[in-house]
């Protein structure tokens, strides 16, 4: 155990001689926390009635406790319940998480403990925290049950555990080290089949998880010419992922890959055709853009919106391109198409344009997706479209959240008095997102009729707050601080 650790240690040393770097690293800079005593491990365990797993328990002993490691890095045992929360003393109950038993889908959670209250607690019960990835996201330790020694993956909005394929900590890991020092991409890591190109390659050979080294293969820095002509001899496998996986491989590595996918943009399933496209739309859009404008048409919805991307990416996206998808039902491409046009818009109409952009705006708003209607009333603020006002001063006036900034901004390029006058009615909404958004718009605007509106909201201490399903809504300014800042953007106007 020494002698691993100790090349372990060698390994981090190599990394920071390297200057190399990876999500997250900027936290601990590859270096390790002195390591625990033996009194301080002993008390640990004696407190929490567990023996930790012997390679985790050697790592805190011989080569660091906490720091350098993946994602975010390693946490001390102090916050071993950081994923927690609520407090409990419950590091010794068996752990329910198992890769074999651990239910499928999204109602993993009410099927593995039903009707416990806060589940997810009750889930990490037997594990402590190792780090965080971010957000919701944690690497946990298993030290109970049956799978024990194992490194698990949680998000704590629920989403499904996931086990890195790590027979314990160690594995896990020296996997970081070895794929960093591989020159791999790291984002997402530990996820997938682990491996390097021999491993990788071996499996296609045998043609075992062929879909899962496949993927595997793209986190490489690259691959040789014999791996590609194993990659390039599952193009014709009956299995659809296989296919799609392949094709992705050899855009990652392959320079002929156009020519090798084109076929593939015809594909009966999806997935192969969406990474013919990927493969297809690089370089010089003059060979490629007919091919993807062939597929803006595609029955499936985010083939179509990944067409109109590669357009858009190689700036060749033009308005025939778009109008026809901005009322497109397919899933999503109508909401793509339309923020795309926003943008278009945003950064100029050319004037020829200028009535075709205003008709198309005007038709987004009766779209029943309020976003698309959003990006509609985005284009409408680069635009004129006079015969909307009183369309656009209901809209600033309305209920739809997402709508009112963006019908106050296209209020005011049609008719600036209307559009000031809605903003003013909006600085005494119920909302003080609303207040808030009203004054710093004011603010933008510099108009100094606005002032005796803006200086009632200096009174204003609200700090907008507001708890969501998605998460909580706030602001670092209470309503009379963007007011405020609202009035000094007027006055430098008007020094100016």
């Known amino acids: 155990?020494?002698?691993?650790?100790?090349?372990?240690?060698?390994?981090?040393?190599?990394?920071?001689?390297?200057?190399?770097?990876?999500?997250?690293?900027?936290?601990?800079?590859?270096?390790?926390?002195?390591?625990?005593?033996?009194?301080?491990?002993?008390?640990?365990?004696?407190?929490?009635?567990?023996?930790?797993?012997?390679?985790?328990r050697a790592f805190l002993l011989l080569a660091g406790h906490g720091g350098a490691g993946p994602h975010y890095g390693l946490m001390t045992l102090a916050r071993w319940d950081d994923a927690r929360y609520e407090a409990r003393d419950d590091l010794d109950a068996e752990c329910p998480l198992h890769p074999d038993t651990l239910p499928p889908g999204q109602g993993w959670l009410e099927a593995l403990l039903p009707g416990e209250d806060e589940p997810m607690d009750r889930a990490l019960r037997g594990t402590l925290t190792l780090g965080t990835q971010g957000c919701s996201f944690y690497s946990q330790l298993v030290v109970t049950g049956p799978a024990r020694g194992r490194v698990v993956y949680v998000d704590l909005d629920g989403g499904r555990p996931y086990f890195p394929e790590s027979a314990g900590f160690l594995d896990w890991y020296e996997r970081w080290l070895g794929e960093l020092l591989a020159g791999c991409k790291m984002h997402g890591f530990g996820i997938g089949m682990p491996g390097f190109e021999p491993e990788l390659a071996d499996a296609l050979r045998r043609g075992e998880r062929l879909v899962d080294a496949l993927t595997a293969m793209r986190r490489l820095p690259r691959v040789g010419r014999d791996t590609l002509e194993l990659v390039i001899a599952r193009l014709d496998h009956p299995d659809a992922g296989v296919r799609e996986q392949a094709l992705a491989v050899i855009g990652d590595f392959d320079g002929d890959a156009r020519a090798l996918a084109r076929p593939f943009l015809?594909?009966?399933?999806?997935?192969?055709?969406?990474?013919?496209?990927?493969?297809?739309?690089?370089?010089?859009?003059?060979?490629?853009?007919?091919?993807?404008?062939?597929?803006?048409?595609?029955?499936?919805?985010?083939?179509?919106?990944?067409?109109?991307?590669?357009?858009?990416?190689?700036?060749?996206?033009?308005?025939?391109?778009?109008?026809?998808?901005?009322?497109?039902?397919?899933?999503?491409?109508?909401?793509?198409?339309?923020?795309?046009?926003?943008?278009?818009?945003?950064?100029?109409?050319?004037?020829?344009?200028?009535?075709?952009?205003?008709?198309?705006?005007?038709?987004?708003?009766?779209?029943?997706?309020?976003?698309?209607?959003?990006?509609?009333?985005?284009?409408?603020?680069?635009?004129?479209?006079?015969?909307?006002?009183?369309?656009?001063?209901?809209?600033?006036?309305?209920?739809?959240?997402?709508?009112?900034?963006?019908?106050?901004?296209?209020?005011?390029?049609?008719?600036?008095?209307?559009?000031?006058?809605?903003?003013?009615?909006?600085?005494?909404?119920?909302?003080?997102?609303?207040?808030?958004?009203?004054?710093?718009?004011?603010?933008?605007?510099?108009?100094?009729?606005?002032?005796?509106?803006?200086?009632?909201?200096?009174?204003?201490?609200?700090?907008?707050?507001?708890?969501?399903?998605?998460?909580?809504?706030?602001?670092?300014?209470?309503?009379?601080?963007?007011?405020?800042?609202?009035?000094?953007a007027i006055e430098r106007r008007a020094e100016a």
Do not use: N
């Open 1 to 56: 155990m020494r002698e691993r650790l100790d090349g372990i240690v060698a390994k981090l040393t190599a990394v920071r001689a390297r200057g190399l770097s990876c999500f997250g690293s900027h936290a601990h800079r590859f270096e390790l926390q002195p390591p625990a005593t033996e009194a301080e491990v002993a008390a640990f365990e004696a407190a929490r009635r567990v023996r930790l797993p012997e390679d985790y």
């Open 266 to 488: 015809r594909d009966p399933a999806p997935g192969p055709r969406r990474a013919a496209l990927e493969c297809v739309c690089k370089g010089d859009a003059a060979r490629w853009a007919a091919d993807a404008r062939a597929l803006l048409d595609d029955a499936d919805g985010a083939i179509a919106s990944a067409a109109l991307r590669a357009l858009d990416d190689a700036q060749v996206l033009t308005l025939a391109d778009l109008v026809p998808r901005l009322r497109d039902a397919r899933q999503g491409v109508a909401e793509d198409a339309g923020r795309r046009f926003a943008a278009m818009a945003g950064r100029g109409v050319p004037p020829a344009e200028a009535a075709a952009f205003a008709a198309a705006a005007a038709a987004m708003l009766d779209h029943e997706g309020p976003r698309v209607a959003m990006y509609g009333l985005e284009v409408l603020a680069h635009v004129d479209a006079p015969e909307l006002v009183e369309r656009l001063r209901a809209s600033a006036l309305g209920e739809e959240p997402c709508h009112r900034m963006g019908a106050c901004r296209a209020l005011v390029r049609q008719d600036r008095a209307a559009g000031l006058d809605a903003l003013i009615a909006l600085t005494r909404h119920a909302d003080p997102f609303v207040r808030q958004g009203a004054a710093r718009l004011l603010g933008e605007l510099g108009d100094a009729r606005v002032r005796p509106a803006l200086e009632r909201l200096l009174e204003d201490e609200t700090k907008p707050f507001e708890r969501t399903a998605s998460g909580i809504l706030t602001s670092v300014y209470r309503v009379c601080d963007t007011a405020r800042m609202a009035l000094e």
